[in-house]
């Protein structure tokens, strides 16, 4: 991946039901700039997000920010 699809995702809402604890209870709709979004949270919405073409997207980003080393809870905004 490179950083095109990276910086495509800045700016953009990313909306998906979370089963992650972190959004108080759970499950729970998020809706975030994609920027925002953890590593965890990419790896979560590449699995349950509706739109199959939006999985494939986030989990080509979540690859990206772990080959880069991000820790579970490293905002995709580090590294843009």
């Not at 994609?34 to 919405?45: H, K, T």
């Amino acid at each position: 991946m490179t950083q095109d699809l990276a910086s495509e995702v800045v700016g953009v809402v990313v909306s998906w039901h979370s089963s992650q604890g972190k959004y108080w209870l759970a499950p729970r709709q998020v809706r975030k700039l994609g920027e925002d979004l953890s590593l965890s949270d990419y790896q979560e919405a590449a699995k349950i997000h509706p739109n199959p073409r939006q999985r494939e997207k986030f989990e080509t980003i979540a690859q990206w920010m772990k080959k880069r080393g991000a820790k579970e809870d490293t905002r995709l905004s580090a590294f843009i």
